[in-house]
């Protein structure tokens, strides 16, 4: 796909530049404006997609077949139909005067983990790209709540710390009675994992939310969004238990991780793990910790935001929640910028209704959504771009 994009560029007299990591997996960058002391814009989106295999589709997923204003294809909504409005954005945008740098960054490999994507874009570019404003995925959709219409916005993501568990126990027949079964071990640490009570951290996030949601909500996403947004949790990754028929195992090695507010210091986390783990006799590896990340809710470039969401779709207030899982914002997070999770979407295709369709049969998104985003891209930049 970048050949693709190069190509539009190239035509329009845009600079940019290709950078190849592996056969097959390609990042561009590209830039309008100018080089300044203000802080750049930058866009960032993935073009690679997960796979169809064993996907009966309405139409096939790799055409993008368009039906009554509504594209069908795979990665639609994850994230080309951003990557489709960033683009539209810049070239809308290209002769125009503008106080700042604008980066467009469409990279690989998003879904297998980023290595040959976004870190090495970073790696060679990073020191553009501080203090930036990044326009990433995760929000940009439609919630009701009280009957008026709010587009969540992420504004940081959670930490994680990476943990590998080994249980060692008796082995013999499963219908044999044993003093020292693994699987008992395992099925009462998970137990106890699942029931531990993280405490309430009154984040400025959370605070924000509550602010514009209110205290309470019959919705059951904002209520889980507003435990999410002050607590930490526990997301059980693999497990392996044997495969054995009718044989308990004597080894059990299964992997979770610990999703943590932003600010957790990878020391907090390593304590936090020594007390949930206090007098289980199980042996535990550290295999990696990610700090998480914050974005700036008070700025002008946020406030902006909130104030053409209400211009271009008729939204009451951004609604900020952390990511719910890991994005390529992470790599841009730290350096510092701030990284803004809002890759709008029409109220035609609701939140609930996201959730069902990415990576999922007949991914799809309406034709009025990029040409809306589009606009709203372009608004945002021009906006930012003259002040």
Known sequence: MTDLISAVLAKEGIWHEVQTTAEGRTNLIARIGVES???????????????????AWKHPPFEAVEEDRIIYGRGTVDTKHLT??????????????????????????????????MPRLVQQYGDLF????????????????????????????KGRIEVKVTIEGASG????????KAVDTFIGLLDHLGSYQFPAVDTAVHRLFTEVVGTESTHSFLNHFRWYNSHDAIILQRYD?????????YRIEFEFSLQLLPGRSEQEARSLLASLFAGTGVSYEVLRFDAGFESDCTNRFYKTMETLVQRHYGADRLIPVYALGRTDGRFLGP????????????????????????HQVDERIDRDSIVKGTRFLTDLIQTMGNC
């Open 335 to 358: 350096l510092p910028s701030d990284v803004y999770g809002f890759s709008p979407v029409t109220d035609a295709i609701p939140f609930e209704t996201i959730l069902k369709l990415v």
């Open 241 to 249: 238990i044997g495969t054995q028929v009718n044989v308990l195992p």
């Open 84 to 117: 489709a409005m960033q683009l539209g954005a810049l070239l809308a945008l290209k002769d125009h005067t503008l106080n700042r740098a604008v980066y467009l960054l469409a990279t690989s490999d998003e879904e297998q983990g980023s290595s040959l994507g």
């Open 37 to 55: 002391e203000l802080p750049p814009i930058i866009l960032i989106s993935h073009t690679d997609v997960v796979g169809c295999e064993n996907q």
């Open 173 to 180: 027949p499963a219908s044999f009675k044993s003093e020292n």
């Open 130 to 157: 501080k203090r930036g404003l990044v326009i990433n995925e995760g929000g940009g959709f439609c919630i009701t709540h009280q009957g008026n219409p709010y587009w969540l916005c992420t504004v940081g993501e």
